[in-house]
């Protein structure tokens, strides 16, 4: 294994069909994975699969969007106990449809209640931070609530996945000790060059999100781990440094921040 896919949902429906297989492209590729649950099922469907494959790691939590679901709190902090259970999530603020910008409140007690395990159980976030088009209030409102809590817990700590910010919001970021994840959208679209160029590479992530957001030249399919290759490859271009340097460095940046 020399890369890992540091987000990506072999749990999920999309890869009913052909989960094993999909698993072994991956293999073939030298790509290991971090699957998250996104509510109670598939974060112990990713327990599972994480349980079968020794290159498979498990996140449990729930999505922001899951916002009318109460969180289980007994439920997830046994689940976070599981010994591949490398982090909480995906959890955050979801601004980008109208129907759940309206729930703000509800999505910040379920924001709240994962960060306060993730500070007890010493596992990192894997945060789900998305905000409404053309507007950074979504990853504003995440950071206030994470600066507040890093306070009395230093030791917190996490990855902004999918990140879609700017360089200000990179910055608080890294300033709070977190890492930056992106996704295959910097194989297509230039917007995100300025901020990989900004974030220093010992805290550059790389992800799929998989079955979603396929990179270039896979659009339109469905997304698989085993195409972080590309998203590597971009970040190796952008930071015009050989393509080794660059996935070792991440590769390590992963097994750092989710003790691998
Ligand atoms: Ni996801």
């Keep these: 294994m020399k890369i890992i896919d540091t987000h990506s949902h072999y749990n999920l429906a999309q890869f009913d069909e052909d989960r094993e297989a999909a698993i072994g492209r991956m293999r073939e590729a030298g790509v290991g994975t971090i699957c998250v649950g996104i509510d109670l099922e598939t974060s112990k469907l990713a327990i599972e699969i994480a349980g079968d494959n020794a290159d498979i790691w498990a996140i449990v939590g729930q999505h922001p969007t899951e916002w009318k679901k109460e969180f289980d709190t007994v439920e997830f902090a046994a689940l ?19 129907e759940d910008k309206d729930h703000k409140d509800e999505q910040v007690i ?5 960060i306060e395990l993730a500070i007890e159980s010493g596992l990192p976030l894997m945060l789900h931070i998305r905000p409404e088009m053309h507007t950074m209030t979504a990853y504003e409102d995440a950071l206030d609530i994470l600066e ?66 396929a990179p270039a030249p896979y659009r339109g399919k469905r997304n698989e781990p085993a195409y972080v290759t590309e998203i590597v490859k971009k970040v190796a271009e952008i930071k015009d440094l050989p393509l080794e340097t660059v996935q070792e460095q991440l590769f390590n940046n992963a097994r750092t921040l989710f003790n691998l």
């Design 110 to 114: 379920l924001f709240r209640q994962q």
């Design 148 to 213: 507040e809590y890093k306070k009395a817990a230093p030791g917190l700590t996490g990855t902004a996945h999918f990140f879609a910010g700017d360089i200000r919001i990179a910055e608080r970021f890294l300033d709070l000790g977190f890492y930056i994840s992106f996704s295959g959208v910097v194989t297509f679209v230039k917007d995100y060059e300025a901020t990989v160029a900004f974030v220093p590479l010992d805290r550059i992530l790389s992800e799929t999100d998989a079955p979603f957001a």
């Design 80 to 98: 976070a106990e599981g010994k591949n259970v490398v982090a909480i999530g995906e959890c955050g603020l979801d601004y980008f449809r109208p």
